[in-house]
């Protein structure tokens, strides 16, 4: 009888000891599934945090009319062509919202006009064509002889404003939206020194970008 008391103990102390070596390696999967899990999470997050942002430029503008009344309300059209291109190998673009809007010397010229939404894929280009017009859009008093003085310079520059919501895509995976604000100085010659006709912007543009 105390024989069988002395060896129950053991037995129940090894089958406990096989336990507590099953309990360990599953608990060493359970940590390292884990710890891939982590590893791939920080990856995605530095792959989302460290993307180059899209690139916008203009590729083409013309402005066709800018007329101004007396009492100061301006008449315009545009005709703008946008490059957009997404520079990252591995990064998707859902572009949400998009925007532009024309300016001269901080005064809006043309109604802003909202580009329907897309994807761009890996590395991709794309051409935003855009026609800009303003209807008896007030500007200021000094709008007129601003223009003047920069017919006799032979340039006029045109600010276009782009503002937009975008998402980035890695995967399957889609994140969370992003603003983008890019502000572009186009120069425009005038060739015959007269505002009736076409000006196209010749020079390249200045783009700035912040996100
Ligand atoms: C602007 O257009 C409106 C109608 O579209 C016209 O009545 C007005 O005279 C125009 N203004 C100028 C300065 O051309």
Known sequence: MSQIQVTSPRRCATKQNHNHNFDLSFLWKLLSTIFTALLAVVLLVWLVLRPSKPSLSVDQASLYRLSLSDTSLVNSSVQ?????????????????????????????????????????????HDLLSASLDGNNLPVGPYFGSEVAGDQVEGKLRVNFAMDGRFRWKVGTWVSGKYRINVECVTTMDFGQGSLTGQLTFRQG???STVL
């Open 205 to 207: 543009s200045q783009c």
């Open 80 to 124: 703008l062509t946008l490059r957009v291109s997404n520079p990252n190998g591995r990064l998707g673009i859902y572009y949400d919202e998009f925007h532009v809007s024309a300016s001269y010397r901080g005064q809006r010229i043309a109604d802003p006009v909202s580009f329907p939404p897309f994807y761009q894929g890996h590395e991709d």
